[in-house]
């Protein structure tokens, strides 16, 4: 069973920057997949970046240029660099361990105009 752990939200002003991390324990040499999704208010959940095992990564269009997601062992980041009101949201962490998925609780992000 893997455990993932957020931290690193909050209040930052337009164009700001925040560091999100996500501690993962439990089972975790099986985890390939590791991926940053938010949900912002009155919306759905959104995949927001994702990184592989061997460091493959992907983002979103909304992102692209803004986000950078790492990876170092048993721990995932998410830099956020010139952040927008559109930005804020509930930010989850999720790892896929044999076709299973787990989520963290979450870490809200509020970015003011």
């Known amino acids: 069973q893997v455990q993932l752990v957020e931290s690193g939200g909050g209040l930052v002003q337009t164009g700001g920057s925040l560091r999100l991390s996500c501690a993962a324990s439990?089972?975790?040499?099986?985890?390939?997949?590791m991926d940053w999704y938010r949900q912002p208010p009155g919306k759905q959940r959104e995949l927001v970046a994702w990184?592989?095992?061997?460091?493959n990564t992907n983002y979103a269009n909304s992102v692209k240029g803004r986000f950078t997601i790492s990876r170092d062992k048993n721990t995932v980041y998410l830099q956020m660099n010139s952040l927008k009101p559109d930005d804020t949201a509930v930010y989850y962490c999720?790892?896929?361990?044999?076709?299973?998925?787990?989520w963290g609780q979450g870490t809200q992000v509020t970015v003011s105009s």
């Open positions: 999720h790892a896929t361990q044999i076709g299973v998925g787990y």
């Open positions: 990184i592989s095992s061997s460091g």
């Open positions: 439990g089972g975790i040499f099986s985890i390939n997949v």
